[in-house]
């Protein structure tokens, strides 16, 4: 199974806010054995909000299951001493502090390796460990500003737009992991380890492989299109008398169909829609054509007529329609963990797996340093250092409470 594909790796979570806890997370949800480390007061995600549960942010709830909790001050030595030392048994690091910070805490990748060869450390940052702007520090929108996205989306003429959803946090979280996971097939065929180097500027460069290609082959900046795809028409939503549907009927044979589906088969034979090219090059016209005929019936109506002669489609569906529907609730990407605070969650969960198997374990994500000495007890930490620990307030930790009913 996924979920126990990584038992027994040992991966220690610097990280904060959303592209490092995500990667951590994964890792987690393969069955990695993930430790969530943070400062006594919290990692900056935790006070991220709205919306709370409990006084819980749910962003940082969302990215953080299947971890235990430690919560060490790397401004006092002993907490950098330890930290060096539970490294020296990781096989994973994540860190996602702005490049030089954890090299003045000793514990870059540099300061690290020789105790560790086998170590996959993997740093994730703004725009990179090197380069002009590597010191600057950066947010998901800023990233979207500055790697182009905003500037491709909304419908023509339109301010800038932004992704609402983290995308290039995400993607850079997916990306992190898809390399952390390359890194260790050498560690496993005995070879070192090695220093990853993501940002999330050129992951959401990466996420726009498509458009960017197109700007690079043609020189041609892309023009906002709204809901329609640059390169295919007819591919975007229409108005119907009840809402929306989203049709993508441009390959030719999908083409004819359409047109005869919604009554109008001359529009197959106009020369200004003969092709995909020439309806992508008037697509103005194409959009009041499809439009003003979809307006003339409900959206369930427009989806069996359709659906019935293989046309894609489907409705711009709100989160309440989709988390009703019978293809989310069959699809098994929903999970609920039982937070000590925030009580019953519910979230994505690990979405991916074998036919027939179960879901992926879901632990929920823990408190400020709630697993502190077990943790530090599984390093091999003697119980008395981990009581001097506490007492000089390198490391902290937080008893669970019972669940909020």
Same mark, same amino acid.
């Given at each position: ?14 990280? *904060? ?33 709205? %919306?709370?549960? *409990? ?27 330890? =930290? ?24 870059? #990748? ?15 940052? +703004?725009?990179?460990? *090197?380069? %002009? ?30 992704? %609402?959803?983290?995308? +290039?946090? =995400? ?14 097939? %050498? ?7 090695? *220093?990853?180097d993501v940002s999330l500027y050129n992951a959401t460069l990466m996420l726009q492989q498509v458009g960017l290609a197109s700007f690079l082959a043609s020189g041609i900046e892309p023009g906002k299109s709204g809901s329609a795809a640059p390169y295919a028409a007819p591919n975007e939503a229409f108005p119907t008398a009840d809402g929306w549907i989203m049709v ?24 200004? #829609? ?19 005929? #979809? ?6 109506a427009w989806l069996s007529t359709l659906e019935a002669v293989d046309i894609l489609c489907a409705p711009i569906a709100g989160y309440a329609e989709v988390t009703s529907s019978l293809q989310y609730r069959g699809s098994g990407v929903e999970t609920v963990v039982e937070h000590p605070i925030a009580g019953p969650v519910r979230m994505p969960g690990f979405a ?5 198997? /179960? ?25 008395? /250092? ?20």
């Amino acid at each position: 199974m996924l979920g126990t594909s990584l038992a027994g790796l040992r991966v220690l979570d610097f990280s *904060h806010v959303v592209a490092g806890p995500l990667c951590g997370m994964l890792l987690g949800d393969l069955g990695a054995e993930v430790v969530k480390i943070e400062s006594p007061e919290g990692e900056m995600g935790r006070r991220i909000g709205p %919306p709370w549960i *409990h006084g819980e942010s749910v962003i940082s709830l969302s990215v953080n299951r299947n971890k235990q909790g430690l919560a060490v001050d790397l401004k006092t030595p002993q907490g950098r001493d330890l =930290m060096r030392r539970m490294m020296a048994c990781a096989d994973v690091v994540i860190e996602s502090f702005r490049p030089g910070v954890m090299k003045r805490f000793g514990l870059d #990748f540099d300061s690290v390796r020789d105790a560790n060869p086998s170590l996959v450390y993997c740093s994730i940052s +703004a725009y990179g460990q *090197h380069g %002009p702007s590597s010191g600057k520090a950066g947010v998901d929108g800023i990233i979207q500003a500055v790697a182009g996205l905003m500037s491709t989306l909304g419908p023509a003429g339109s301010p800038p737009s932004k992704v %609402p959803s983290p995308i +290039a946090d =995400m993607a850079t979280g997916y990306l992190a992991t898809i390399a952390i996971l390359g890194a260790l097939v %050498p560690v496993r065929q005995g070879r070192e380890g090695q *220093h990853i180097d993501v940002s999330l500027y050129n992951a959401t460069l990466m996420l726009q492989q498509v458009g960017l290609a197109s700007f690079l082959a043609s020189g041609i900046e892309p023009g906002k299109s709204g809901s329609a795809a640059p390169y295919a028409a007819p591919n975007e939503a229409f108005p119907t008398a009840d809402g929306w549907i989203m049709v993508a009927a441009y390959q030719s044979e999908r083409w004819s169909a359409l047109c005869h589906a919604i009554g109008q088969p001359a529009l197959e034979k106009d020369p200004l #829609f003969a092709d995909n090219v020439s309806r992508v090059g008037h697509r103005d016209a194409l959009f009041q054509q499809l439009a003003a005929a #979809f307006q003339q019936r409900p959206t369930e109506a427009w989806l069996s007529t359709l659906e019935a002669v293989d046309i894609l489609c489907a409705p711009i569906a709100g989160y309440a329609e989709v988390t009703s529907s019978l293809q989310y609730r069959g699809s098994g990407v929903e999970t609920v963990v039982e937070h000590p605070i925030a009580g019953p969650v519910r979230m994505p969960g690990f979405a991916i797996g074998s036919a027939g198997s /179960e879901g992926a374990r879901a632990t929920p994500p823990p408190l400020v340093g709630q697993h502190s000495a077990a943790v530090l007890t599984a390093y091999g930490i003697p119980q008395q /250092e981990i009581d001097a620990l506490l007492r000089c307030g390198a490391i902290t930790t937080t008893p669970s409470p019972s669940i909020t009913a």
